[in-house]
């Protein structure tokens, strides 16, 4: 778990000064795999809402349930980040 926890930490780090220049993405001015990666990637520590991509809802338990180990850490930012690519760059709602 400690490995996660460094990562969600370097993610928040970087984000936070890639905004900080005026960039809007993780890595410059256009959505890169990083931004994608991470969107895919976050649904482990907070799940998609039911609305965004309607799931089993033992799928959305462990989501929550990973999130809760990692809850002191993890930068509400890089949430309302993945929301944002997710609303921009997804076909909403999921359906698999």
């Not at 809402?49 to 989501?63: I, L």
Request: proline residues 5%; contains cysteine; glycine residues 6%.
């Amino acid at each position: 778990m400690g490995r996660i926890k460094s990562v969600l930490n370097i993610l928040s780090e970087r984000l936070k000064a890639s905004q900080a220049r005026g960039d809007a993405f993780f890595v410059g001015h256009h959505v890169t795999s990083v931004d994608i990666y991470w969107t895919a990637f976050s649904t482990f520590f907070a799940p998609f809402s039911p609305d965004q991509c309607p799931m089993e809802q033992s799928y959305r338990d462990m989501g929550n349930w990973m999130g809760d180990l990692v809850r002191d850490v993890m930068d509400p930012a890089l949430v309302v980040h993945r929301d944002r690519i997710l609303s921009d760059y997804f076909k909403l709602p999921m359906w698999f």
